[in-house]
Nanobody, 119 residues
Framework: QVQLVESGGGLVQAGGSLRLSCAAS????????MGWYRQAPGKQRELVAT???????DYADSVKGRFTISRDNAKNTVYLQMNSLKAEDTAVYYC?????????????WGQGTQVTVSS
């Protein structure tokens, strides 16, 4: 059973930084794509950043230039470095992994970690 476990959330002042970690129970290279999503109260879950197994990163416009997604293959961990945080970044952040084997697509989620940015 695949498990994704997030950590690193917390309370930070606007303008500050946090680094989120997502540890996978197996090799992260077994995922075609790993990413971070977030969900603020009363809003739908939205994409924050994704990273393909080939190393291509993509970001939501709202976080471009402030957030960076990266990975450590040896530690089976994906990171989200968040700088210049804003109050509107407050949300529960979820780690996501997608595997595609021929026509079968499997998706995995972590339990989420709360990020609160005070203004």
């Amino acid at each position: 059973q695949v498990q994704l476990v997030e950590s690193g959330g917390g309370l930070v002042q606007a303008g500050g930084s946090l680094r989120l970690s997502c540890a996978a129970s197996g090799s992260i290279l077994s995922f075609n794509t790993m990413g971070w999503y977030r969900q603020a109260p009363g809003k739908q879950r939205e994409l924050v950043a994704t990273l393909t197994s080939g190393g291509t990163a993509d970001y939501a416009d709202s976080v471009k230039g402030r957030f960076t997604i990266s990975r450590d293959n040896a530690k089976n961990t994906v990171y989200l470095q968040m700088n210049s945080l804003k109050a509107e970044d407050t949300a529960v952040y979820y780690c996501n992994g997608v595997r595609r084997i021929i026509v079968k697509r499997s998706e995995y989620w972590g339990q989420g970690t709360q990020v609160t940015v005070s203004s």
